[in-house]
């Protein structure tokens, strides 16, 4: 049964990038069949796909953060990772890997809470 | 992007009532459309594909309809465990967009 874990650090200062890692067990992340996607929650509010990443590097971002995002991925260490520069308050969210699979999103991270404040 | 629209915002049942939630996009999205349910603290769980395919494990009282643009989750007789929030999602056009959900409690 694959796994997902996020991990990074929980408090990032406005104007500064987050970085979050995605590390995936159970299952190898260079299977062709999936994609690997990043989504949002604010605190009390809905989700917010961020974007999703291929094995070979392929990726697409949702157009409303695209300018701030970056999604990387490392086969050989079974990861992928966000970037997501000049965060604001707005940005606090938990933040969720996923494995996206014909664009529905089956397997999920337990999330990991990011703050921005100074 | 496609805006999903979710009814009602909250909706107030008893443990063994049907629960009948609906789902509107602003444009067709064929069957592209999944249904989640999220407790608190806990991520979402794939709950319906494709408008009306169950996933993996989903109990049978959990069944989904529609097409184009308007869709109907429905639990056919609620359990304790099924009180939650309730998100769709299409994926028909990227990038996917997610509706405001939502959320069944007890009465």
């Known amino acids: 049964q694959v796994q997902l874990q996020e991990s990074g650090p929980g408090l990032v200062k406005p104007s500064q990038t987050l970085s979050l890692t995605c590390t995936v067990s159970?299952?190898?992340?260079?299977?062709?069949?999936?994609?690997w996607s990043w989504i949002r929650q604010p605190p009390g509010k809905g989700l917010e796909w961020i974007g999703y990443?291929?094995?070979?590097?392929?990726?697409y971002y949702n157009p409303s953060l695209k300018s701030r995002v970056t999604i990387s991925v490392d086969t050989s260490k079974n990861q992928f990772s966000l970037k997501l520069s000049s965060v604001t308050a707005a940005d606090t969210a938990v933040y969720y890997c996923?494995?996206?699979?014909?664009?529905?999103?089956?397997?999920w991270g337990q999330g990991t809470l990011v703050t921005v404040s100074s | 992007e496609i805006v999903l629209t979710q009814s009602p915002a909250t909706l107030s049942l008893s443990p063994g009532e049907r629960a009948t939630l609906s789902c509107r996009a602003s444009?067709?999205?064929?069957?592209?459309l999944a249904w989640y349910q999220q407790k608190p603290g806990q991520a979402p769980r794939l709950l319906i594909y494709?408008?009306?395919n169950r996933a993996t494990g989903i109990p049978a009282r959990f069944s989904g309809s529609g097409s184009g643009t308007d869709f109907t989750l429905t639990i056919s007789s609620l359990e304790p465990e099924d009180f939650a929030v309730y998100y769709c999602q299409q994926r028909s056009n990227w990038p996917s967009s997610f509706g405001p959900g939502t959320k069944v409690d007890i009465k």
């Open positions: 996923a494995r996206d699979y014909r664009g529905y999103f089956q397997h």
């Open positions: 444009q067709s999205v064929s069957s592209y």
């Open positions: 990443i291929y094995y070979s590097g392929s990726t």
């Open positions: 159970g299952g190898s992340i260079s299977s062709g069949d999936y994609y």
């Open positions: 494709d408008a009306s």
